[in-house]
């Protein structure tokens, strides 16, 4: 889950929307606007932190004119990058999720959070069309794979969960990363309020139902880069992970089943046992992968 605050209002909605998302024991994530918007004083970074939320650095000053020329880019990513030190902040979201990917690398962030997967609705078209995190160069991406609380209220006209409902199911069905953009600035109304209260019932609904982690964005940065760094070996007894945090890690073994990608996931010292089970299910070999 991520917030982006956009004005004053947001701003000031966010020790309110932090006791919510506490409610249903979920941490998110605070994008900030360093300059132009709103002030940003160090008690409002430090209580974010202290609740154990994220912070994370949302553009310079919300303007969407960040990618329009290579020069003001640089000259205004050098800002970012000192907010990015000063709020001891790793991600990063650009406004209006303008995007640039060859210039994304120029941020010193582990991450950022500009990319939707699709985008036919939003001012820059175009999309990743994947639901997993991965690499922009050293830079980690986490895609959005929802709709936008802006959109979904103010293009689409909706003021129901169904869009959202039928996004995640679609996700979690891939296995994906399903991330949330809730502004603290377009839930200030009653309604809207018990509209997101809904959201986060029925997120928590799905995690006692299907045992998903619910995580910040830098935990997944952190998780994400050492799967990276994780490789599969054939021992004698079947497959075994190793890397820094492989104690984390299980083997699962992919394969097509009927037209469709099945996974079975076991404990590594019995990986052969499912390799075994799938196997005889889909008649053909199946692929390890790392978890």
Do not use: C, K
């Given at each position: 889950m991520t917030h982006d605050v956009e004005t004053v209002a947001g701003?000031?909605?966010c020790t309110s929307l932090m006791d919510i998302d506490d409610r249903y024991g979920i941490k998110s994530s605070f994008q900030i606007v360093p300059e132009a918007r709103y002030a940003v004083?160090?008690?409002?970074?430090?209580?974010?932190?202290?609740r154990g939320f994220e912070i994370c650095v949302k553009d310079l000053n919300h303007d969407g004119r960040l990618f329009d020329h290579r020069r003001e880019f640089l000259r205004?990513?050098?800002?970012?990058?000192?907010?990015?030190?000063?709020?001891?902040a790793r991600g990063y979201r650009s406004a209006v999720l303008y995007r640039n990917a060859e210039w994304?690398?120029?941020l010193e962030f582990s991450f950022d959070m500009s990319f939707p997967n699709v985008a036919h609705l939003d001012p820059q078209r175009g999309g990743c069309c994947t639901v997993m995190p991965y690499f922009i160069g050293p830079l980690l991406e986490l895609p959005l794979t929802t709709t936008q609380d802006?959109?979904?209220f103010h293009v689409l006209g909706e003021q129901s969960l169904e869009l959202w409902k039928a996004q995640?199911?679609?996700?979690?069905?891939?296995?994906?990363?399903?991330?949330?953009?809730?502004h603290p600035d377009y839930i200030?109304?009653?309604?809207?309020c018990a509209l997101y209260e809904a959201l986060l019932s029925m997120l928590t609904d799905l995690r006692s139902n299907n045992?998903?982690?619910?995580?910040?964005?830098?935990?997944?940065?952190?998780?994400?880069?050492?799967?990276?760094?994780?490789s599969l070996v054939r021992r004698d007894w079947g497959w075994d992970i190793v890397g820094d945090g492989a104690e984390d890690a299980v083997v699962a073994f992919a394969t097509v089943v009927d037209g469709r990608l099945v996974y079975e996931i076991r404990d590594s010292q019995r990986v052969d046992e499912a390799a075994s089970s799938i196997r005889s299910m889909s008649g053909s070999e199946p692929v390890p992968i790392t978890c």
């Open positions: 701003r000031d909605f004083t160090p008690e409002f970074l430090d209580e974010i932190r202290e205004r990513a050098e800002t970012i990058n000192e907010y990015a030190r000063q709020y001891r994304l690398p120029d802006y959109t979904l995640t199911a679609t996700v979690v069905a891939r296995h994906g990363l399903v991330s949330f953009l809730v200030l109304t009653r309604e809207r045992q998903l982690w619910f995580a910040r964005p830098g935990e997944i940065d952190h998780w994400w880069r050492a799967r990276h760094q994780m």
